[in-house]
């Protein structure tokens, strides 16, 4: 399972979508990241609550016209590079929830 940095925003600004770090993720993160359309698909998913993979490739599939290994290419692409910067972990299917992000 896959869970969001809780001290990220995401905000759209001039019609792109930009992951704003604040809180402890802005003494790590100096700048903004700016994210594509199914990047903004994909972080919006992980801010509902931990998923999988499989669920992140699941919303890009039905939000846009991509066969699912297209998708899951993109989702794990998108997934290492977020995990780099510490934005995403990987947490235990029944670890407890640190509120909404």
């Not at 039905?62 to 989702?75: K, L, M, W």
């Amino acid at each position: 399972m896959l869970r969001a940095c809780k001290d990220v925003i995401l905000r759209e600004i001039a019609g792109e979508y930009i992951l704003v770090p604040a809180g402890e993720a802005a003494l790590k993160l100096h700048g903004m990241i700016t994210v594509s359309e199914s990047g903004y698909v994909i972080w919006q998913k992980l801010c509902e609550g931990d998923c999988s993979e499989g669920e992140l490739v699941k919303s890009l599939c039905a939000e846009y016209e991509v066969d699912g290994e297209t998708a899951a290419a993109d989702v794990r692409e998108f997934v290492c590079r977020l995990s780099e910067l510490g934005l995403v972990s990987e947490v235990a299917a029944d670890a407890p929830c640190e509120g909404a992000v």
